[in-house]
């Protein structure tokens, strides 16, 4: 009887986790990543991007869903010299994106994601004189994420991949994007 009645337990609770990844259900969720820090005797610079995202599973574990891009970086450096250099760039964007869920068990649950995008940067440079730009880019990633389910509806997330951004004429660029956050699973109603 009891190795029933946990049988039955644990049959419930993977139920109630596999259940915020079916139809209808709802994805809130936030990550962060691009951090970067330098310090050294000339220079200096910080950066983070945030990525606010929302979605809805279209089918049992298919999910589509948008992500907006928030970002600030700062670099500063002195040489010693009469020129002081400093540039700051604030970007914007947006992401649509579609992640697949793989079978998996309470409390491990492995995806598979794509999205393209646009995102809008914003530098000001300072050297002896002043100078702003803006650019647009256009980019695609894919990657592969985990969620740890801490309850049936919330799910520490990391997902890393491979990125690319192309700037109109300038080279196209490659790089590794990793993100980490946090994921909020409602149910359907």
Known sequence: MKKLFLLGACGILCTS??????KGSKFIGVN???LDY???QNDSGIGVTLFPSAGVFLTDDFLLGTSVTLGYQRLSSDNGSFQEYSRRTVSYGLAPFARYYFAGTTPHRF???ASVGIERSNTK???DYNEKYSSTNKNFAVGLGYNYFLTPGAALEVV??????NNGPNPTIGYLDVRAG???????K
């Open 125 to 127: 440079v300072e050297v």
């Open 160 to 165: 890393a991949g491979y990125g690319r951004d």
């Open 38 to 40: 330098t310090q050294s």
């Open 111 to 113: 995806f598979g994601q």
């Open 17 to 22: 986790a596999m259940a915020q990844t079916t």
């Open 32 to 34: 962060i990543g691009s």
């Open 182 to 188: 946090f994921s909020v699973f409602l149910p359907s």
